[in-house]
């Protein structure tokens, strides 16, 4: 199953450190990120899960619940997390679902379909590096996919969270490098006139294509 922007996210019923979810009905009315894992005890995942334990109240802030995926049971699961606390300072504070028959990573195109549960390595499971958005609506807004050896940069995916949120609030789109604060982009979609009418303040036209106006609050 290939899954793309603007699709519905696969629903699915897992084994997480913190009890059984329904992944939609987990959901609820927050946006959310699953973002997953080749294998426990890596050197790369494990300061990954650190930094989100520790920016896990700047996702509170935007209504956004975090869920991890590591292909290994929840009782490796639960060993791994001491290791995460020690030597990155942030004890894990959102549920991490055991993935050990590659279910969910199947689901969600995140490994090669001919891939099989069971002993494998985290080379094995290389493509188990992904980062998915969704929104209260269920859908799939963004996604993201790293190799093994480069860590995810979580400040980016809190910045491209504070974009979709305001794409979704306002109906605008946001420029290369937003930071929330900065103007924001008309879609083209909206007339002049249209635009006369909604910011009244004025905006910006360098190109008939392309207009500014400073965030909406």
Request: hydrophobic content about 40%; proline content about 7%.
């Amino acid at each position: 199953m290939t899954i793309r922007i603007g699709d519905v996210a696969p629903d699915f019923t897992a084994e997480t450190t913190e009890g059984t979810i329904k992944f939609h009905d987990w959901i609820g009315d927050h946006w959310a990120i699953l973002f997953s894992h080749p294998k426990d005890f890596t050197p790369v995942c494990t300061t990954e899960l650190g930094t989100v334990a520790r920016l896990k109240p700047e996702f509170d802030k935007r209504n956004t619940k975090v869920i991890g995926l590591s292909v290994d049971p929840v009782s490796d699961h639960e060993k791994w997390v001491g290791d995460i606390a020690e030597t990155q300072g942030h004890a894990v504070n959102f549920p991490v679902i055991g993935d050990h028959d590659l279910t969910v990573s199947k689901l969600y195109d995140m490994i090669h379909p001919n891939a099989s549960g069971g002993a494998r390595t985290a080379n094995d499971n290389a493509t188990i590096r992904s980062i998915f958005i969704v929104g209260p609506d269920k859908k799939v807004k963004a996604m993201l996919v790293y190799p093994m050896s480069a860590g995810r940069n979580f400040d980016e995916v809190l910045r491209l969270l504070d974009a979709l949120q305001v794409n979704a609030q306002h109906a605008v789109a946001t420029p290369a490098n937003w930071r929330p604060g900065d103007d924001v982009i008309i879609p083209t979609s909206v007339s002049d006139e249209e635009a006369k009418k909604k910011y009244p303040q004025g905006f910006k036209t360098l190109k008939p294509y392309l207009r500014t106006v400073a965030q909406p609050k």
